[in-house]
Every structure is written in structure tokens, then in C-alpha cells.
């Protein structure tokens, strides 16, 4: 008998792989209860996206419950008539609106990633895994809880052509040509925040690498980036899908 190999088509796969994000996260807790968002386009050449439908925990986020909403806030689509948060609409559409090289923005409240926003120096290129961020991270002022529309505007300004962004006294940001790069851009930058915690609480004098050297280190990254683009297998990414698969096959229906 012969068996359907067929691709999934492009919307299947991004519900799949945004079902994913949700559900990496929360196994990797970095999750907030039902708050903090991950959104990817639907489709490449459309404008509104999927997002989580309000009141889920990420451990409960499917390919089939993720809500679709475009620019304006009107939800498109809505399987469990759930609605989404106001919150999470306001921050992310602003940056699917101003980025169409965007296709994820992956947003967390960790308790590594809001204490480094806390801090007036923000993230410091200590370690293999900062230095990715070196000169590559944008600062946003906290406005209080994201639910005015008109902080889009200063939000996408000082995100720029920037991937990562910490929210002061909020949390962390990042952006993604894919979700599994806006994923693993995530997680790189947790425990960069861990580190530097571990490193701080020590009370051991801390050493700092030279910064041609973290920029250096954060051209290597960009390099690799650039060899491994979106045209190829994510082979990382492939094996974060292979762990869920094991352990929350559900994620997929």
C-alpha cells in the first residue's frame, strides 16, 4: 500500500512548530502561568499570525487551539473561542507590523531573564553563550503593563533591525526567521541571564572578555547563522521536535 510522504503544508507546519515553542518552553520553565506569548505568521506572505488562546497553560497549547488574529486585534480564527490576551496582542503585532523579515517573536517573564532587565548594565557579554547578544541586543523602557496601543510605536523603534530585546523591569524578547531560531535565540539568551546571575552571586572577582573578542565571537555566531539558513534542515531544531514527540506527542493535534 502506498503511503502519503506529502510535505505539510506551510500553515501545518507553522502550527506545529509554534505548538512546539509553547510547549519547549514550559518544559524548560520558562513559562508564566497563563501570560508571556509566542506568535508566528501564519503563512509568509500574510500579515496576521497565531498566537495562544487566553487562558491556556503552555503545556496545554496545541496546533489545533493556537488563535489567529491579524494587525488590527480582529480575531481570524479561533477554534476554542478563548480569545487572546490584549497584552500579548499589543507587543507582538507591533513587531509583525514593522518586521517582515520577522517570523516568530518569542516574549518571557523567566525569573533569570527579568532580574538582568532589572539591572541598569542590562546583559553583559560574560560567556560563549552572551556573546551572541554583543552589541546585537535593543533596550525598551518599562510603560507599565502593554496595553496601550500607542507603545507600539516607541516598542518597534527601539527594537530596530535587533533579534533580541530586554524590556526593562519586564523581561526578555527575541525575534525569529523561523520559530525554532527565535526558540533557540531564547534559550541561548536564559542562560545567559543565568550565568551572569551565578556569576554575580558569586562575589569572586568577575573577569571580562576583551570586546573585540565578544564581537568576534558574535560574528561567528552570525556566520553560522548565514551557512545554516532557512533553506536548509535545522538539525537542532529537528531534535527539540524529536523530544516532544517522546514526551508531549499531544502537542501536534
Not at 501564519?42 to 487562558?55: S, V
Not at 548594565?121 to 546585537?136: D, S, T, Y
Request: aromatic residues 8%; contains cysteine.
Amino acid at each position: 500500500m502506498a503511503t502519503d510522504t506529502a510535505k505539510p503544508s506551510a500553515v501545518t507546519e507553522a502550527r506545529r512548530d509554534l505548538a512546539a515553542a509553547y510547549r519547549l518552553i514550559a518544559h524548560f520553565g520558562l513559562d508564566d502561568s497563563i501570560y508571556t506569548h509566542i506568535s508566528a505568521r501564519a503563512e509568509a506572505d500574510r500579515e496576521d499570525f497565531l498566537i495562544n488562546p487566553y487562558g491556556y497553560r503552555f503545556e496545554e497549547v496545541t496546533a489545533g487551539n493556537l488563535v489567529t488574529v491579524d494587525l488590527d486585534g480582529k480575531v481570524v480564527d479561533d477554534p476554542e473561542g478563548a480569545g487572546i490576551n490584549k497584552a500579548g496582542f499589543t507587543i507582538h503585532s507591533a513587531i509583525h507590523a514593522a518586521r517582515p523579515d520577522v517570523h516568530c517573536v518569542l516574549h518571557t517573564h523567566s525569573v533569570a531573564g527579568v532580574a538582568i532587565s532589572c539591572l541598569e548594565e542590562g546583559l553583559l557579554p560574560l560567556n560563549q553563550w552572551a556573546m551572541e547578544f554583543h552589541g546585537r541586543t535593543a533596550y525598551h523602557d518599562y510603560e507599565g503593563i502593554a496595553l496601550d496601543l500607542d507603545e507600539r510605536e516607541r516598542l518597534v523603534a527601539d527594537l530596530g533591525d535587533k533579534s533580541v530585546m530586554v524590556l526593562r523591569n519586564h523581561g526578555m524578547l527575541v525575534c525569529g526567521r523561523t520559530v525554532g531560531e527565535a526558540f533557540k535565540r531564547m534559550h541561548n539568551l536564559e542562560r545567559s541571564c543565568q550565568a551572569q546571575l551565578a556569576v554575580m552571586a558569586s562575589g569572586m572577582k568577575i573577569r571580562h572578555p576583551d570586546p573585540a573578542l565578544a564581537e568576534y565571537t558574535a560574528q561567528q555566531y552570525e556566520k553560522w547563522d548565514a551557512d545554516h539558513d532557512t533553506g536548509q534542515r535545522d538539525t537542532e531544531w529537528e531534535a527539540y521536535l524529536r523530544l516532544l514527540k517522546r514526551i508531549q506527542p499531544d502537542f501536534e493535534g
